[in-house]
């Protein structure tokens, strides 16, 4: 990510790894905040692992299904269930989207593999964003499993099913991704670059559950 500054407050350049493991059952995604997620197909859940903690939490697939468990929690008391209703609405209107993707016929090659320039336009009520994406046919990679981790909070709101059908257009695997965002008036760049693609096993237990981790809220202590 690029630097930028936000109401006077800037932020440096910054540069992270993630490694994700694509499986037939399930998705893992290592983050470089020391954190990893795991999507379980069957189970259409997202789990959350908090590797400092020993801790997990579990996230249902779907804004919808998350501001459902959010209501659950709030329980009886007349107050939090106002304030679940509220930030479900909220969250809802903040989570209208279109998004529309364009091939433009540019080619060239990306870390060695021949690559085709596709722009994808993004609107939502907090503005627009665009991103630059290059993708490859050169590697083979089954990615329904990768895009449901991708769009787990997406999964159920207006617009998801659209965006879905828009995506299908990049064809192969996401070798290059630029976007460009606005946000409280500043521009904020970051490039996403493909450095390591390999078929191989994951490493014992990648798509479990660590042993003697407990279960915490996902929404908090």
């Not at 350049?13 to 290592?30: L, N, P, Q, Y």
């Not at 895009?147 to 909070?153: E, M, V």
Request: charged letters at 25%; proline letters at 4%.
């Amino acid at each position: 990510t690029e630097p930028y500054t936000i109401m006077g407050q800037s932020q440096p350049a910054k540069s992270e790894t993630v490694v994700t493991w694509i499986g037939d059952e399930a998705t893992r995604v290592d983050n470089p905040d020391g954190t990893s997620t795991i999507v379980i197909y069957a189970d259409q859940k997202a789990y959350i692992l908090k590797h400092s903690e020993r801790a997990y939490a579990e996230m249902p697939l779907g804004m919808d299904k998350i501001m459902d468990e959010m209501a659950a929690e709030a329980g009886k008391d007349e107050e939090d269930k106002t304030t679940a209703a509220a930030m479900r609405g909220m969250m809802g209107a903040m989570m209208q989207f279109k998004v529309s993707v364009a091939e433009t016929g540019e080619e060239k090659k990306i870390g060695g593999w021949n690559a085709r320039k596709y722009i994808m336009t993004t609107t939502t009520p907090m503005g627009t964003s665009t991103s630059e994406i290059w993708a490859t046919e050169d590697l083979e990679a089954d990615l329904s499993g990768y895009r449901k981790a991708a769009n787990i909070n997406m999964a159920g709101q207006e617009g998801f099913a659209e965006m879905t059908a828009e995506m299908e257009k990049i064809r192969g695997v996401t070798v290059r991704t630029v976007n460009r965002s606005q946000m409280m008036g500043a521009e904020v760049t970051s490039t996403e670059e493909l450095v390591e693609f390999a078929s191989k096993p994951a490493p014992k237990g990648s798509f479990e559950m660590p042993a003697g981790y407990r279960k915490a809220s996902m929404f908090g202590e």
